[in-house]
């Protein structure tokens, strides 16, 4: 016959130094518990400076020992810190295994807002912020709930402190980062009195409850909302106090949990408040059958949802007691009393006792103690918490029996026989006693991890992860002792476990050594070993020697030691928390599986592959696929990530590998990867996703991945390559200072077609290169094949046009500006510029600087602009202004026009039959070959020599001097102190080198 067992634990002091001065300051106000079976106790305290109350947080295990010192709660965000001004506290848990505690705070005489602090899991403050700061209504109460996604929603009330009617209930959800997410939104309005509100979340939604007074009547009300905080149910009245009874002044408010299938419970105070009752509601929100009587004497209900998928009601009469109820409502065994000395504050009230149910099956409990000084004999002077413990126990006889448990915590006592123990939910002890006895688990064996302890009993952990959408818990058979028990039977299949030694060692020798369904340590020691694993979670240790080394299932931990080992292991988890451990050590290895592979010395190759399973529900997968660790260490390492390796998961993170040193090859996954490449001569291939990668020193090769590319790269130190799959034109690529951002032009379908550089020397191209200059103060921008506007910075730029007409402009600093194919305009600006017009028809002005203009294929117009400039006219009938400076002008091929304009200028025609105009100062010109012109006007002033006149092709234009026949020409034409001819007319003197009057004179026409 099953028993059922409450066990209470003993009492454990809460705060460290209670105050009989200030009794009435100390004090229980809530607790909150973890999935992990830890739990937060929030309670208050005496400040001995003010003589008013402080409030404190104390973390402790599913044991009731503390985890750490109590913690000061802080007051508001908002700089007042006086608790004086500080109520309503109220204490929840998150989904990231943190706390919330939120009370309401005053502004001193501003109006009111809501303190949100968060503490971690060992109770220590990680954060404080504010919410409804802005509000001047009168904030009355507050609760919190933790939502499964991450983040919370708050409910609160409001009266309009101008008007004083009305009270309103209002939720805001806040995200995991802490801010408000959408507007507030009211639930509730009454034109008397919300107050003393409790809410709870499911993945349904959240359930809120109140109360509401009048001068006759206390109701008891719920609304069922979404996890936006909006109402998606109509609100109920669950039930009603007359405040005429005689115990209505302290029944306490009412108290609603979630329980494990979606749907609540809410308690409450009966209808003269000497009793209390219970109100089961669907995941809809709605009754679900009539109300539970739970006792009819205590008063205070709280409530709490039990593991085993029921709940448990706490109530105070003399003594504080517990009836713990199934899903439905059935009781479970008789009420408890889990502390005998319930105790009063200064007004008569009942202290309350807070509750909250636990992953073992138990709950935990949290309540004021009496006062001992004598002073307040029976009120409160402190604060303690227990642990109970709730299970069944069964025996059964000398023969073969079948032994079934609850989904608590059971004991199962086979005694003789052959037995069959199945414990079902929670952590059970299972004593298969004299015969051959079999345990049962429902799932299969991939999904657990069975160990041996130092007695020898077997521990059978179930990984199973759960699933919200399946409304399945996590563990559903949790983590079991076995004592004398022979068989394991898992989704029908029985192993045989009688005897099993987990523990083997090799010798000197080759050998072939083999593990068992349980978690086995194996050490090959010499020779070169095969060592297989099984199902459980191995250590396997090749030692000296080429071994060959395989963990099959399980989360291993494999080492190769000395010698070129081969290591395999691409089994399946049991639950996503723990991967295998694959270590090459010394010597060229090969290491295949999912998890963490490290090379170790040597030339390794690492292939990095999901697992065949994360064992989720009826033997399937579970979509939290971790990601995979790929360490090459010293040595020219292979590290490959399977390309239909995927992380499927939202928390697996992205997958890491790194070369270490040597020249490696490192291909990265389908997803998201943290690559690191080590010194050396790298190359790596990030394939598709998100990644980041760090080539570290040595010259290396990077190349994008297949989607386009979402990649942070940085080359360290060497001249880096990235390479890169189109033409330069489909790409459009920025530069600011040392970052190069490329974004893909073409169109593929990506979420995010960029990638970062930095440290990257050259950018390879299928149609070329192009060499990022080293960083400074200046952007790099490359356009698209049409028409783009590029603007440098003040900083030393770099413009690319690519295709189009193009208008490209320097400004401030040393650019370097290339127009691209079109009909571009170039302009440097101010600084020494480099400006290229390439294919096209360009307009290249140079700017202020002593700038480098090159007009390179089409008809050019080429402007110098300030500064001693050199300007290249190349192919095409280039125009070429050198304007102030002293210029350099090369016209190229071509029938070019060339202008020196002020300054003493150099212009040099090339091929072509050019026209040249030094301008103002003293210039040199040289035609070069074809028939040149050589053109002088009145504002040409200076002594100007041509080079290379030659008779009989080149001309002269000196009709801006009036000189319109070679007489005239010869009339002002003297020979210098070389025989040279020299032509003066006025301030403009031009000297024609190699070339005597005689010879001008029998030259025949030298004039236009």
Known sequence: MAEYVVTVGSEVQVNTTPDLDYPSNEGVVGITAQENGNYLVLYGGNNPANGGTDYYVRAYDEKGQPLGAP????????????????????????????????????????????????????????????????????????????LAGGGFVLAFTERDQDTGVGINLVTQVVNASGSAVGPRQTVATDVDSIRDIDLTASANGVEVVWTDESAETRTYHSRLLTTSGQAQGLELLIGSTSLAGPFALYSGPASVAALKDRSFVV?????????????????????????????????????????????????????????????????????????????????????????????????????????????????????????????????????????????????????????????????????????????????????????????????????????????????????????????????????????????????????????????????????????????????????????????????????????????????????????????????????????????????????????????????????????????????????????????????????????????????????EDNIFGGAGNDTIWGRSGQDRIDAGSGDDVIRTGYDGFHQIVDGGEGRDRFVLTGAQADYQIDRAGATTTITDLRDITIVDAMTTLTNVETLVFSDGTLELQPSGSGVLRVGTAGSDLLAGSTGNDTLRGAGGDDDLRGGLGNDDLNGGLGNDTVNGGDGNDTVVGADGNDALSGGSGEDQLFGQAGNDTIQAGLGNDKLFGDAGNDQLFGQAGNDTVFGGAGADTLRGDEGNDRLFGDAGMDTLRGGAGDDQLTGGADADVFVFGAADVGQDRILDFTLGADRLDLRGLGLYAEADALSAATSDAAGQVVITVGAVSLTLEHLSIAQLQAGGDFLV
């Not at 204490?91 to 706390?99: E, P």
């Not at 399946?470 to 039977?489: N, W």
């Not at 029985?494 to 369904?517: H, I, K, M």
Request: no cysteine; aromatic share 6%.
């Open 71 to 146: 913690t000061r709660v802080p007051g508001g965000a908002g700089g007042f810190d006086s608790m004086s001004d500080a109520f309503a506290y109220d204490v929840t848990s998150l989904a990231d295994g943190s706390y919330l505690v939120t009370h309401v705070q005053t502004q001193r005489g501003s109006g009111y807002f809501i303190s949100a602090a968060t503490f971690s899991a060992m109770g220590q403050l990680t954060g404080n912020r504010s919410f409804a700061e802005a509000s001047e209504n009168d904030i009355q109460d507050v609760a919190a709930a933790g």
């Open 267 to 671: 308690v409450y105070p009966d209808a003269d408040g000497s009793g209390t009752l219970a109100q089961r509601l669907d995941t809809h929100g709605q009754k679900l059958g009539g109300e539970i009587v739970v006792s009819a004497s205590g008063v205070q209900p709280t409530v709490a949802a039990l593991a085993s998928g029921g709940f448990v009601v706490l109530t105070t009469t003399g003594d504080h007691v517990a009836q713990a109820f199934d899903a439905n409502g059935i009781p479970i065994g008789g009420p408890t009393t889990v502390d005998p000395d319930a105790t009063s504050d200064h007004a008569g009230f009942p202290s309350m006792t807070y509750v909250a149910g636990l992953s073992n099956g138990g709950y935990a409990i949290a309540y004021t103690n009496a006062d001992t000084s004598g002073e307040y004999t029976g009120q409160t002077s402190g604060a303690a918490t227990k642990v109970v413990a709730l299970g069944f126990t069964d025996t059964g006889t000398a023969g073969s029996d079948f032994l079934e448990g609850t989904s608590g915590a059971d004991t199962l006592s086979g005694a003789g026989g052959n037995d069959t123990l199945q414990g079902g939910g929670l952590d059970d002890f299972l004593d298969g006693g004299s015969g051959t006895d079999v345990a049962v688990f429902s799932g299969n064996i991939q999904q657990y991890v069975i160990t041996r302890a130092a007695n020898g009993d077997l521990i059978v952990d179930d990984r199973r992860p759960g699933s919200n959408f399946l409304a399945q818990p996590a563990r559903p058979e949790g983590t079991d002792r076995l004592h004398d028990v022979e068989i394991l039977q898992f989704a029908g299949t029985d192993f045989n476990v009688s005897g099993l030694n987990t523990s083997l060692v090799g010798t000197s020798a080759s050998e072939t050594l083999s593990g068992t369904v349980l978690s086995d340590s194996i050490l090959g020691l010499g020779g070169d070993d095969t060592i297989t694993g099984s199902y459980g979670e191995d250590t396997i240790l090749g030692g000296i020697g080429n071994d060959s080394l395989n963990g099959v299932d399980g989360a291993d931990s494999i080492e190769g030691g000395d010698g070129n080992d081969r290591i395999s292991d691409f089994g399946a988890y049991a639950d996503n928390t723990r991967q295998n451990v694959l270590i090459g050590g010394l010597g060229n290895d090969s290491i295949g599986g999912s998890g963490r592979l490290e090379g170790g010395d040597g030339d390794d190759v690492l292939f990095g592959q999901r697992p065949q399973s994360v064992r989720g529900f009826e033997g399937g997968h579970d979509n939290s696929i971790l990601a995979v660790q790929l360490l090459g260490g010293s040595g020219n390492d292979r590290l490959d990530v399977d390309a239909d390796f995927e992380q499927q998961s939202q928390g697996g993170g992205p997958n890491l590998l790194d070369g270490g040193d040597g020249a490696d090859t490192i291909n990265g996954a389908y997803e």
